[in-house]
């Protein structure tokens, strides 16, 4: 059963960096897409990016479009998400998720086609 745990939330100043990374239990996320979504208090679930794994293809909501890079690393087991010039309205528990790639990276993302949630992390911006 695949399992992930996210890491790497904490409390930065605005216009600050954060990396959060995204640990699978299994050897490797070849034909999976991991996706990063956000909840904020009082606000719905924003999908904020996904990437293939195989291929390395990305989707960014506008919200975080340049500012934002997702990443996998060469064993295909750990997915990135540097966050660079953090702002206030960032601030949410960030959680990744995956699912088997059965359509665009956008579609797997803008539709929450993802099956496997990980616990969450807490980031905040605030000075």
């Known amino acids: 059963q695949l399992q992930l745990v996210e890491s790497g939330g904490g409390l930065v100043q605005p216009g600050g960096s954060l990396r959060l990374a995204c640990t699978a239990s299994r050897s490797t996320l070849d034909y999976y897409v991991i996706g990063w979504f956000r909840r904020a208090p009082g606000k719905e679930r924003e999908g904020v990016s996904c990437?293939?794994?195989?291929?390395?293809?990305?989707y960014y909501a506008d919200s975080v479009k340049e500012r934002f890079t997702a990443s996998r690393d060469n064993t295909k087991t750990t997915v990135f998400l540097e966050m660079n010039r953090l702002k206030p309205e960032d601030t949410a528990v960030y959680y990744c998720?995956?699912?088997?790639?059965?359509?665009?990276?956008?579609?797997?993302?803008?539709?929450?086609?993802?099956?496997?949630w990980g616990q969450g992390t807490q980031v905040t911006v605030s000075s």
């Open positions: 998720a995956a699912g088997r790639l059965i359509t665009s990276v956008q579609n797997m993302c803008t539709m929450t086609l993802l099956h496997t």
């Open positions: 990437i293939s794994v195989s291929d390395g293809s990305t």
